[in-house]
Structures are given as C-alpha cells and as structure tokens.
C-alpha cells in the first residue's frame, strides 16, 4: 500500500462545475496536508494547506480533512481551463518542516 | 522576491559521469529539502538542511549521492558516479521557520537529469 494515493486520472470536468480531488494517506501519525498544483513542466505550486479536521476555504478552493477516516479532498468551485493541471497531495507528520510524502497526482482537465 | 532557483534547468550526462546540481532557496529560508521524481513515480523526499547541518538523509538513495550546504545558503547535490536509474526531476524546496506551525515548502522549477 502506497503512503499517500491519489487516482491518477485524467479527470475531466466541464468548465463551471466543482472539480473534487482526493486522497487518502496510511500514517495516522500524520499532521498538515497540503495541495500543490504542478502545470507541466513547472514546479509545484502550494495552493492549499490545512491541518484540522473539518473544511478550509480559500477563494475557489475548499480543502477537506478527515483524520479518522485519513482523508483529504480539494474542492475547486467554478473550475476554470487554467485549472487544468496536475494536483500533488502531500502529507507531513510535523507541521511542514519536515519531509513531505507525496501521492503520484491527478490530472485535472477542464472543459470548455 | 525571488523564489527558489535550480541550476542547470537540464542536464544530459553519461553513465559513470559526474554532475552537480544547485539550488538557491528563498532569502532567509533556513530549510532547504531535496526531492526526486523518476518517470511515473511520485515526489520522494532525499534529504532536508536546516542551516548548513543536515536535519535528515533518510531519503538518500546511497552514497553516491552527496548534499552539501556550506554557510548555510545554497546547497549543492552531487552524484558520482552517475547510474541510468538516476534519471528524473530533482527538485529543491525551503520553507522559513524549524517548528512554526504555518511553515511550507515553496519548490524550485527543478533539474531534468538524463542519464544514458
């Protein structure tokens, strides 16, 4: 079983609507969870962290976290073409000065 | 402000051959971290500065790899010699403060090793 897993993709989702990332992590351990945007070619991109249970909105972006069930979502509302990307869950057993375990990202694609 | 820069952006070498990447954290970053990414694979973590100290190598793949940060500023990592498995993106990263509780990572554009 992988540390950190993520459905690969590609997801395609029609422009407007609620794009829905997942990801689901081993160690219970684990304390901040991050969402990093990666355009190809470029470095990923820190859009999201959150580290309690419940929801954290952020403009479009609404992160989700469940500790019990060791699970984290990223919601983008009104989903834009420049939302097509590769999105890299990521998790730390500290509070993000450590090292991050990485999912293997989905490809998001929105559709005009 | 300038992000994080890596120096070379590629780099194609030969098996046996000898390279060393750079990376420049963000000003006043006392964290600088390594990572790899190998084709289909995901982001692993190599190895984390704090300072010039090395905080941890866990992830160091062996001992043909070499980070070194003199002065605690930019960092440099070394493989000698070079093996075809070493190909990927290697990505430098640094956040601000050991033990804040808002700390992230910012990453660097990354190196494209290609070992033939």
């Known amino acids: 079983q992988k540390e950190v897993e993520q459905n690969s993709g590609p997801l395609s989702v029609p422009e407007g609507a609620i794009a829905s990332l997942n990801c689901t992590y081993s160690?219970?351990?684990?304390?901040?969870f991050f969402w990093y945007r990666q355009y190809s070619g470029k470095s990923p991109e820190l859009i999201m962290f959150?580290?309690?249970?419940g929801d954290k909105e952020d403009g479009r972006f609404t992160a989700q976290l469940n500790k019990a069930s060791q699970y984290v979502s990223l919601l983008i509302r009104d989903s834009q073409p420049s939302d097509s990307a590769t999105y890299l869950c990521a998790v730390g057993i500290g509070f993000g000065n450590e090292k991050l375990t990485f999912g293997t990202g989905t490809r998001l694609t929105i559709i005009p | 402000e300038a992000g994080v820069t890596q120096f070379p952006s590629h780099s194609v070498i030969e098996k046996g051959q000898t390279v060393t990447l750079r990376c420049d954290p963000i000003?006043?970053?006392?964290?600088l971290y390594w990572y790899r990414r190998v084709m289909g694979k995901e982001i692993k973590f190599l190895l984390h500065?704090?300072?010039?100290?090395?905080?941890?190598e866990s992830g160091m793949p062996n001992n043909r790899f070499l980070a070194e940060r003199t002065g605690g500023t930019y960092s440099t990592l070394k493989v000698q010699p070079a093996e075809l498995e070493d190909s990927g993106v290697y990505f430098c990263?640094?956040?601000?403060?050991?033990?804040?509780?808002?700390?992230?990572?910012?990453f660097g554009p990354g190196t494209r090793l290609t070992v033939l």
């Open positions: 160690d219970r351990g684990s304390q901040s």
């Open positions: 990263a640094s956040s601000q403060d050991p033990g804040g509780m808002l700390d992230t990572q910012y």
């Open positions: 959150i580290y309690s249970n």
């Open positions: 000003s006043g970053h006392d964290n």
């Open positions: 500065f704090v300072k010039e100290s090395k905080q941890d």
